[in-house]
């Protein structure tokens, strides 16, 4: 499928239990950040998405942080479920461009 | 609701053939983008367009040509595929090109291998 491949790091969790994923990002003038969902053989899905003006912004089941001190985000998945089980990976980009850029990706997998 | 369709899903060819892959969105949006996603790099850009007739280089753009003579539609076309090129190539669209109010569409991908 169009999925970034199988040499990502991995995260494994139990369902049920919370998700951290984490991605360190790039460039420091960077003011806006969003956290995609890749399924095997889909394109990127947003999940959430976050301002540089703010550090926490929660949605359903997910949350991100923002810690722009050490230029790190972070996804937190609630009550991780079969469904979550994908590649998520961050993009930042600076408001008032066109250009994002991404990051490689961690695959989350759901042990029943 | 087709959103925005990507055509073919799959495709072999050889080195030195011209391929097109196709996108087509049905939003109307300006914004149309084009990126290939490789094992170990995340999605780099390769072209975009703000609106028909307008288009612009990213940050991958050499062996690769666009057009976008209709809003809906942004085909890539690679000249003379190389090896290199072997990728999956994702499209997106969005509203504005700007960040911060609008997030990217992206089709299902054209997984392209070349030989």
């Known amino acids: 499928g169009e999925s970034v491949g199988l040499h990502l790091p991995t995260l494994s969790v139990q369902e049920g239990d919370n998700s951290i994923i984490n991605c360190a990002y790039s460039?420091?003038?960077?003011?806006?950040f969003i956290w995609y969902k890749q399924e095997s053989g889909k394109g990127p899905q947003f999940i959430i998405d976050i301002r540089s003006n703010m550090d926490k912004r929660q949605g359903q089941r997910v949350t991100v942080l923002l810690n722009k001190t050490v230029k790190h985000l972070s996804l937190q998945i609630a009550a991780t479920q079969p469904g979550d089980s994908a590649v998520y990976f961050c993009a930042e980009t600076r408001s008032g461009t066109y250009k994002y850029i991404f990051g490689t990706g961690t695959r989350l997998k759901v042990l029943a | 609701d087709a959103g925005i369709t990507q055509s073919p899903r799959y495709k072999i060819t050889e080195t030195g053939r011209q391929v097109t892959l196709m996108c087509h969105q049905t939003w109307s949006h300006s914004y149309m983008f084009w990126y290939r996603q490789d094992l170990g790099h995340g999605l780099r850009l390769i072209y975009y367009s703000a609106a028909a007739d307008i288009t612009d280089k990213g940050e991958v753009p050499d062996g690769y040509v666009v057009s976008r003579s209709k809003t809906e539609n942004f085909p890539l076309t690679l000249e003379s595929a190389t090896r290199s090129q072997t990728s999956v190539y994702f499209c997106?669209?969005?509203?504005?090109?700007?960040?911060?109010?609008?997030?990217?569409?992206f089709g299902p991908g054209t997984r392209l291998t070349v030989l």
């Open positions: 460039n420091s003038a960077s003011d806006y």
């Open positions: 997106a669209s969005s509203e504005r090109g700007t960040s911060g109010d609008n997030e990217q569409f």
